[in-house]
């Protein structure tokens, strides 16, 4: 029997207490418990999310938590219909701000949070069409 493979981009997180990452995602973000063996998985927004617990035996001795890396240059992205609730969901449940809910020159209401365990994780819901030239001209390109 053939299994079927549906494309995607899945990211996989490494964070000090699965566990709790878990807990937290469910709560902060509205995720859904796939499972937890070998490696964890979520679904949140609709996407899947594996997580793991921090190997460092398997990395050459070296954690390789965003909070043992002094930070992460990746942020996740949640594009929602209601960022309001989902941006205070996720600051209710723990996340700190790093940037503020604002309205952006791209049309988008957008701000961003770090999750308990380092990772960044954008919120933003569109509010207005803005052309490429709109764009542009925000960005000082036009």
């Not at 929602?80 to 209710?92: L, M």
């Amino acid at each position: 029997m053939a299994i079927e493979v549906q494309p995607a981009v899945v990211p996989h997180l490494v964070v000090d207490d699965a566990a709790a990452a878990i807990d937290f995602y469910v709560k902060a973000f509205g995720g859904v418990e796939i499972g937890r063996v070998p490696h964890a998985a979520v679904t949140i927004n609709g996407s899947t999310v594996m997580l793991n617990d921090d190997f460092p035996d398997f990395n050459d001795g070296k954690s390789s938590t965003p909070k043992a890396l002094n930070g992460t240059p990746v942020t996740i992205h949640l594009q929602v219909a209601d960022v309001e609730t989902a941006f205070k969901r996720a600051v209710d449940a723990g996340a700190t701000v790093i940037m503020p809910l604002e309205d952006q020159f791209w049309g988008d209401r957008y701000g961003m949070v770090e999750d308990p365990f380092g990772h960044h994780w954008s919120l933003g819901q569109p509010v207005r069409a803005v052309s490429n030239e709109e764009i542009a001209a925000a960005m000082g390109q036009g």
